[in-house]
């Protein structure tokens, strides 16, 4: 009976739609985007204001998925509002939205909803949707094109009536000691076809004490090949067809997307619905899901990865800012002391005043703060209007609309502020704290249950603490909620839930402690570890195949995305470093920290620390004069009438030399073997050839000076020369420089023997 409803259900939804594919091919393209996610992850902010209006680098991360949505090529924007409703609809209303040509953003709105489920079941029922559309929540950013993937789509659709989703993926390692994404969120695991792409198994909520996950058996015996992933990133971005409005509306027990509308189209054998993924490459495309993908992906937009939805280029009604060196953004009427530094990677925004002596780096500054003298900002999140006095100190930390912190005041790494909170005098706020005018709720609801404060308007007066999804606040006069917050401070300090500590630092915007990693990573046994069985591997690509045809070829492929955001997040650490003058030793901490999260190694590390000190060599100002000056003394430099000359050409070499001689503990510190020394010189190539042209001409010179400061031995510069030997002659321009300094070396060496 069951089965026969479905068919009804389905063949009901063809009919309302077309019966036609070439009629289907023709609708505009339609997209629902809920501006709810149905969780309670960005409490206590979101018991005052919707997230999809939280600022994303000062912009409401709504206008990020609308922008997209509309540069796609979406024709009709159905916004479905349930938490806040009415500051969402009268944002939309007031926004330029609502009279841009050729896209409609019409809204949905509805104070009964609890889930995903019922939101696509109610959209269902108002028979708005006619065609294919695309399914985002307003809380995702991406510059993806969605051209091929609904090509791709539509084509299946005409060969296959059952294929109703097409869900985008990308490339993104967990960590393994973390078990868990760049943006915080679980490891995925996926099984895919490598030939259809078509989806067969999806699973976020692994049970990693056992080491291994279970496939059902005609899985293995219906489908050929299958490649299992643990290196892919659910988008949450999907195109479907019209028939999944109707599975959600048949199947009432469907109520978050993923856990089980996906999970169980997957299972059902009865009706045969097919879900298929299209992976993307080069585009940018995340949700942010909770405090840590909050952070990771503002720095994505502050260091343009989600271009052209950045800072300094204008799109639906942001201010101008304007891109300055080492990734500073300023808007305009900003008042800066001249002591005051702002570091890189930092937006300022309209009508900011900033103090004397204060520091701010790595952070985003929302429209008409006061920040006071003295005052040291680091990897922070400050909204608008907000009044930082004299002395505080804030790292990695969120501070709402309208926040006041006395002078001297101190938040500990992963604090989260709301809105109009105040801190006293000298107060310091213990890590991972989360600060309200609201009280705490008595009763904890679970994860999918909606978020709804009970005045929708956006003020929520101190005296009105109810939430309906909740129930009951606990009483004003309860000792254990009076204000901690110091002498003048307003706020409730939230208590962390019996277990919830580790999800506190997991999902922070503060990075995770190195002692939390290193406890992390002594914790792991053997055991967890995927294990070969019947003369079966699992490939690092995630296929499975045999021994004797396992391929290391994906592996690089794999690693390129992760590679890359690794060596900017470096640079980045290096850049603050040099700016604040932060000890060598805490700068490998921190370095050690982001190889841990992205599982690199010490070849890694040091190709990017190389990376980042050159880069900073070429972005010091130098001008065109050359010099012949005088190194600093070596064995080299002392040799006689035949020694190779060296010739410093103008400041370019001069500050290389500098910086390689400030920072060579750095660098020193991952170069355990040959082997990554000579991946230093092979990067260095790699820049000469491509991103750092200026270094060229200054190849050898630059080898010696890693030569004479013990950076480079003899043997990895020897061992290099050596490879290049058989290689083409387009390959050998840098060991041609280098040929009387590598036949000096040759000649030394054979001296010594």
């Known amino acids: 009976m069951g089965a026969q409803k479905k068919r009804a259900a389905a063949a009901a939804a063809a ?25 309670t992850k960005f409490r206590p902010i979101t018991l005052e204001r919707p997230k999809v209006l939280l600022p994303l680098v000062n912009v409401p991360m709504i206008n990020y998925t609308l922008a997209w949505l509309e540069a796609a090529g979406v ?35 509805s104070h009964n909803i609890i889930s995903a489920g019922d939101a696509l079941r109610l959209i269902y029922e108002q028979n708005v949707i006619h065609g294919d559309f695309v399914l985002i929540s307003g809380d995702t950013v991406s510059n993806m094109s969605l051209t091929q993937a609904l090509q791709e789509h539509k084509e299946r659709k005409k060969k296959d009536n059952n294929a109703v989703m097409t869900m985008i993926i990308k490339k993104s390692k967990p960590s393994p000691i973390t078990r868990q994404s760049r943006l915080g969120t679980d490891e995925l ?14 699973e976020d909520k692994a049970d990693h004490s056992k080491g291994t996950i279970c496939l059902d058996k005609m899985l293995l015996a219906e489908n050929p090949s299958i490649s299992l992933h643990n290196d892919k990133q659910d988008c949450y971005i999907d195109i479907c067809s019209p028939e999944v409005l109707s599975l959600f509306t048949d199947n009432f027990d469907y109520q978050h997307l993923r856990r089980h509308f996906v999970k169980g189209l997957l299972l059902d054998d009865i009706m045969g619905y097919k879900i298929f993924t299209h992976e993307i490459h080069s585009s940018y495309a995340a949700r942010i899901d909770n405090y840590r993908s909050y952070d ?55 009508g900011t005043k900033i103090g004397s002596n204060s520091k701010i780096s790595d952070s985003v500054i929302g429209e008409g703060c ?17 009044i930082i006095e004299d002395g505080c100190e804030l790292r990695h930390v969120i501070v709402c609309d309208g926040v006041i912190m006395k002078a001297g005041a ?17 107060f310091v706020v213990p890590a991972y704290s989360k600060v309200s005018l609201l009280q705490q709720p008595t009763v904890h609801d679970s994860d999918e249950e909606l978020e709804y404060a009970d005045n929708s308007s956006g003020t929520v007066e101190f005296s009105c603490t109810a939430d309906q999804s909740n129930g009951e606040m606990t009483s004003e006069s309860s000792e254990a909620h009076k204000p901690k ?67 290391e070829g994906d592996d690089n492929e794999d690693s390129k995305d992760d590679s890359v955001y690794f060596e900017k997040e470096v640079e980045a650490t290096f850049l603050r470093a040099v700016e604040e003058n932060v000890k060598v030793d805490h700068v490998i901490l921190e370095v050690n920290s ?158 010594e023997d």
């Open 485 to 551: 917050l110091g002498t003048g401070g307003v706020g409730y300090i939230w208590s962390i839930c019996e277990g919830g500590q580790e999800e506190e630092w997991r999902h922070s915007v503060a990075p995770i402690p190195e002692d939390k990693l290193t406890e992390l990573s002594e914790a792991m046994d053997d055991d967890q570890e995927l294990v070969t069985q019947d003369r079966t591997a699992l490939s690092t690509s995630g296929e499975l195949i045999s021994d004797s045809n396992a391929s």
């Open 296 to 350: 990771i992906v503002s720095k994505d937009i502050i260091q343009r990865w989600t271009y052209p939805y950045v800072p300094d280029v204008k799109f639906c009604g942001n201010r101008a800012t304007k891109l300055e060196r080492r990734g500073m953004y300023r808007a305009l009427e900003i008042e800066q002391s001249r002591s005051a530094q702002v570091g890189s990677f930092t937006v300022i925004g309209y």
């Open 15 to 39: 009919a309302r739609v077309s019966e036609d594919p070439d009629d289907l091919a023709r609708q505009p393209l339609q997209a629902i985007l809920l501006a709810d996610s149905f969780t």
């Open 594 to 751: 982001l190889r841990l999260s992205y599982n690199m190694t010490s070849a890694d590390c040091a190709g990017a620390v190389f990376y980042s000190m050159m880069k900073l060599a070429i972005k010091t100002p130098h001008s065109s004069a050359i010099g012949l000056l005088t190194l600093y003394p070596s064995p080299f430099s002392m040799v006689a009438s035949n020694a190779y000359p060296i010739y410093l050409s103008g400041e370019l070499q001069q500050n290389t030399a500098n910086i390689i001689t400030t920072w060579q503990k750095l660098l020193k510190s991952y170069l355990l073997e040959i082997d990554e020394e000579i991946e230093i010189i092979l990067k260095f190539e790699e820049m000469c050839l491509e991103s750092a042209k200026e270094f060229s001409p200054l190849f050898a010179r630059i080898l010696h000076i890693l030569y004479d400061k013990d950076i480079l031995q003899e043997d990895a510069i020897l061992r290099w020369a050596d490879e290049k030997e058989g290689a083409d002659e387009s390959d050998k321009v840098f060991v041609r420089q280098s040929e009387k300094f590598i036949q000096w070396l040759r000649e030394a060496s054979e001296e």
């Open 75 to 109: 024709a009709e924007v159905f916004v479905f509002c349930c938490a806040h409703s009415k500051q969402v609809i009268d944002y939309l209303e007031n926004s330029e939205w609502f009279s841009q040509p050729n896209f409609t953003v019409k809204t949905i709105e």
């Open 370 to 386: 006061t920040i006071g003298s003295n005052v040291l900002i680091e990897g922070s999140y400050i909204w608008d209007n907000v």
């Open 410 to 426: 101190v938040l500990k790494p992963g604090v989260v502020l709301s809105f109009k909170v105040v801190i006293g005098e000298r």
């Open 189 to 202: 695991f996926m099984a895919i076809d490598p030939n259809t792409k078509q989806l067969l198994y999806y």
